[in-house]
């Protein structure tokens, strides 16, 4: 049931639990009223296009749209704790087979040498400044002053405190049933490094981090407004633990029918 009448904008930060977020706006919103955006290169005609059209979500890795005035349009994102995303990030990639990961692997073989690759740092400072790597590269204070003040703008969900975000956004978007299963999960995960790598991270993503702590500051005002959280929270989570199963059924049957579309079509 869709009553919410605002477009989405959702910015999927990478390894912030962006798939599962997907998985859910998938759920909540006709699929012909969803669009999918996973490249920069034309991002200004894609998106106004994207707008003009009867799109519902616009969801996908690109950056905050700074050419586009927030009139009749709700921005979503999820931020994530810099040095676990950092971690994450690098377990995915180094465990993809996708030829762009494999080519970046050979750049940086270790997460001490990921870390250190400039496209990897502040991803997520990056990501809501809208601003192009150059532009960020010159003025790195001014791009973190502009994802605050972008930020500002957005609904904004914690992966550190998933279900919360999930009861909040249920409420003020009226999501019908936002159960999940968590998706897309790294293999082959290590998590507990020593503590000079993860200053290393920590130096590396300084942006990131008091980027993050700002959201936070957002985030709980955010859950200020809702009346008897705790209940909600609670019934939530009770919920989504009785039916995680059938959920996770649910999105293998999904991926399994993707696949097969997509060996008829191409």
């Not at 003009?52 to 690109?62: E, L, Q, W, Y």
């Not at 919360?164 to 293999?187: H, Q």
């Not at 859950?223 to 008897?228: F, I, K, P």
């Not at 909600?232 to 696949?259: E, G, M, P, S």
Request: hydrophobic share 35%; net charge positive; with cysteine.
């Amino acid at each position: 049931m869709e009553s919410f009448t605002q477009k989405i904008i959702f910015t999927h930060i990478p390894k912030t639990a962006g798939t599962t977020i997907r998985d859910i706006l998938e759920n909540q919103y006709r699929s012909n009223s969803i669009a999918l955006v996973y490249s920069q290169e034309n991002i200004q005609y894609t998106l106004n296009n994207l707008l003009a059209s009867n799109n519902k979500v616009i969801m996908g890795h690109f950056r905050h749209p700074n050419f586009i005035t927030p009139t009749n349009i709700l921005f979503l994102t999820f931020l994530r704790e810099p040095v676990k995303r950092i971690i994450s990030h690098y377990n995915y990639v180094s465990n993809s087979k996708d030829k762009v990961h494999i080519a970046l692997m050979q750049k940086a073989s270790t997460i001490q040498e990921f870390v250190q690759l400039e496209s990897q740092q502040n991803l997520q400072t990056k990501y809501l400044s809208g601003l192009s790597n150059e532009d960020f590269a010159k003025a790195p204070q001014a791009a973190l002053a502009k994802a605050k003040e972008n930020i500002d703008s957005y609904m904004v969900g914690i992966t550190e405190r998933f279900d919360e975000s999930i009861v909040f956004f249920k409420e003020k978007l009226n999501w019908k049933k936002p159960y999940y299963t968590t998706i897309n999960k790294s293999k082959k995960r290590t998590t507990n490094y020593d503590t000079q790598t993860q200053e290393l991270i920590s130096s590396c993503n300084s942006l990131d981090i008091e980027l993050y702590t700002y959201a936070l500051d957002k985030f709980e005002n955010q859950l200020s407004l809702l009346t008897n959280f705790d209940e909600k929270l609670n019934t939530y989570q009770a919920q989504n633990k009785k039916l995680k199963n059938l959920y996770f059924v649910k999105h293998r049957v999904k991926l399994i029918l993707q696949k097969i579309l997509y060996r008829l079509t191409h």
